[in-house]
Every structure is written in structure tokens, then in C-alpha cells.
């Protein structure tokens, strides 16, 4: 992100980016010569070849001349590092720029680069610079993200987490429990930052997130009677379950399950409020508390449109749930 950043920031500055826009490349492929993210995508073709630069923009071989070569490149002075392909090839600036007294090494890079270019032939039309990642040949700020994070890794769940018809802190709330960045016990003590000694809600285990929302007795309770009733007992998350796996696995993109990844949510986003009340407001840690903002929060997501399935809706069924147990 940083590298685009800064690349948008100078092109910005000189005015380039509109210049991309609307003569569809650069005008000057060397101004991306440091950025090897915007180097890889751009590629020209020779015409008077006086805006392509001889040794850093990929003009011939599918590559330029600095990584093909890189013991000569060594060997050249600023100036000569800058030169177009023009000025490079007229009276052979490019050879006298290398100078004598080559290794073995340099000799044969010499070779191969000689033999690569002196046929290349100069014409009067201009040179024109093509952006590989988009199949007009034209730069586009979104391709050069979409470039940028193509490697990245997805988490399984994550699109369906920030597609979910539910409040955004609730979204947050979930891509950062999913993530484990969520600042439970574990994680303050990885940090050195004060801490409780165990789980607040059952004071027996270490807290992580995966423990509070999933392991813990007092999350088991909850997670127990609400699946029996959806009807989905086998989702029973174990001791040992790890969230963003058995998220995952159950955050589902299928239409008919958006009341059930909501459901989740909720759950989730329901023990963490109460898991917070008993740190910072000293509350009695009780599964039933838990069912309670589950019941109040239910019929507010169910009168706000936000669970329409009433096979998931909290608003009828929990309140009973935890009244009889009570
Ligand atoms: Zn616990």
C-alpha cells in the first residue's frame, strides 16, 4: 500500500495521473522507474525513441536492460543511466558510456546486448507506452490496486462478514474477532498491558477470542440452546474450537443462509458486550445475561428488517429459553 501510495502521491504532484487519464499511458515511463510494481506493468514500443529510456524501460527482450544486464549497468555513470533510447543509440553513446577494461562477465553481457539491438531501427513516429494490466492498454488506478493485492489472502468468511444485513460495529466487530484482534486476555498479555488473570466470563481457562466466543462454558451454554433451536445441534463449536475456522465454515454466501450468518453475529457480538460489562462495569458473569441481549437485540434487528427469517429470529423463542432456566 505504501509503494501506491507514494506512486500516486508524485504522479499527483507533477499532474501525471490526469495525463494517464486521458492519453491513456504514460507519457514518461522513466517517472515509474523506481517502483518495480509499475515498472513490471508498463512496456513500450520504439518509435523515435526519444521518451523511452534505454536502460530501465522494457523496450526490447520483454525486459530492461539494467536487469538484463546487470554488470554493465553497474558500470554506468547517472547520466548514462538516464539516457533515452535515441540518444543511447546515436553515434553509439551507449557503448562509449560503458567504457573499457571489462571483466569476463561484462564482456559477455556486452555481447548479448549488442547482438539484442544493433538492428533496432529508428522511426519519426512517437513512442507509445503500454499498461499491462489492463487489456485497453490504458492506466487505470483500480487495476494497479487490483495488481497490488492479487497475492493477498483472503479469509474464507470475509465477504460474507462485510455483506451481512447487520450494524456496521457489529461487522467490525466480527472481522477483528475472526482476525484475533480483538483485545481479550491474550492478547494484552502479548503486549505487556494489564490484564485479568483468566476468562471473565468463567474465570477458569486463559481468554482468547476463540475461547470466549466458542470454548467457554458460559459460551457453550448459549450456543447450545440457540442452535437446538435453529435445528442445527451439530454445530456445537468444542472446547479446543478455533473461530475463524469454525466461522469459516459456517458464514455461508448461500442466499438462503443470510439469517443464519446474521444469527452468528449477534451471538457473537452479544458475548462480547457482556464478556466487556464484567471487566469494565464489574457485572456477574451469567450465560443468561447473554440470552437477555440476545432477546432485546433480537426484536430490534427483527423490527429493523435485518432478520426476516423467523426459523432464526431471537425474538420469540430466547426469551423463553432463558426465563425457564432461570
Ligand atoms: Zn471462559
Same mark, same amino acid.
Given at each position: 500500500m505504501d509503494v501506491l501510495n507514494s506512486l500516486f502521491r508524485k504522479a499527483e504532484a507533477v499532474g501525471l495521473l490526469g495525463r494517464l487519464a486521458s492519453h491513456g499511458?504514460? $507519457?514518461?515511463?522513466s517517472f515509474f522507474a523506481d517502483d518495480a510494481l509499475c515498472r513490471a506493468a508498463i512496456s513500450a514500443c520504439v518509435g /523515435? %525513441?526519444? $521518451?523511452? &529510456?534505454? =536502460?530501465?524501460? $522494457?523496450? *526490447? +527482450? %520483454?525486459?530492461?536492460f539494467d536487469n538484463l544486464t546487470p554488470c554493465l549497468w553497474k558500470k554506468l555513470s547517472p547520466r548514462a543511466k538516464r539516457v533515452s533510447v535515441a540518444e543511447a543509440l546515436a553515434d553509439d553513446f551507449w557503448i562509449r558510456s560503458i567504457?573499457?577494461?571489462?571483466s569476463l562477465p561484462e564482456i559477455e553481457e556486452f555481447l548479448s546486448l549488442w547482438s539484442s539491438i544493433h538492428m533496432v531501427v529508428l522511426d519519426v513516429s512517437d513512442d507509445l507506452f503500454r499498461w499491462g494490466w489492463c487489456n485497453s492498454g490504458s492506466f487505470a488506478a483500480s487495476s494497479a490496486y487490483a495488481a497490488f493485492f492479487r497475492s493477498r489472502e483472503l479469509l474464507p468468511c470475509a465477504e460474507e462478514i462485510w455483506e451481512l444485513r447487520a450494524p456496521n460495529k457489529c461487522k467490525f466487530f466480527m472481522w477483528l474477532a475472526v482476525r484475533d484482534r480483538c483485545w481479550t486476555t491474550d492478547r494484552l498479555s502479548r503486549r505487556g498491558l494489564p490484564h485479568p488473570a483468566?476468562? !471473565? +466470563? &468463567?474465570? $477458569?481457562e486463559p481468554e482468547s477470542i476463540s475461547h470466549l466466543l466458542l470454548g467457554c462454558v458460559a459460551a457453550r451454554q448459549v450456543w447450545a440452546l440457540i442452535l437446538h433451536r435453529w435445528g +442445527? !445441534? +451439530? =454445530? *456445537?463449536? %468444542?472446547? @479446543? @474450537? /478455533?473461530l475463524q475456522s469454525w466461522c469459516s465454515a459456517r458464514?455461508? !454466501? @448461500?442466499?438462503?443462509r443470510k439469517d443464519v450468518n446474521i444469527g452468528i453475529t449477534l451471538v457473537c457480538w452479544c458475548t462480547w458486550r457482556h464478556r466487556n460489562a464484567v471487566v469494565f462495569e464489574g457485572a456477574r458473569p451469567d450465560f443468561r445475561t447473554v440470552l437477555r441481549l440476545l432477546d432485546l437485540e433480537g426484536v430490534a434487528w427483527t423490527r429493523a428488517g435485518l432478520l426476516k427469517d423467523v426459523r432464526f429470529s431471537f425474538a420469540s423463542s430466547v426469551g423463553a429459553l432463558w426465563s425457564v432456566r432461570e
Open positions: 499511458l504514460a $507519457q514518461r515511463a /523515435n %525513441g526519444r $521518451q523511452v &529510456c534505454f =536502460w530501465t524501460d $522494457q523496450w *526490447l +527482450l %520483454g525486459d530492461s567504457g573499457t577494461d571489462l483468566s476468562c !471473565p +466470563l &468463567c474465570d $477458569q +442445527l !445441534p +451439530l =454445530w *456445537l463449536p %468444542g472446547i @479446543e @474450537e /478455533n458464514i455461508s !454466501p @448461500e442466499r438462503s
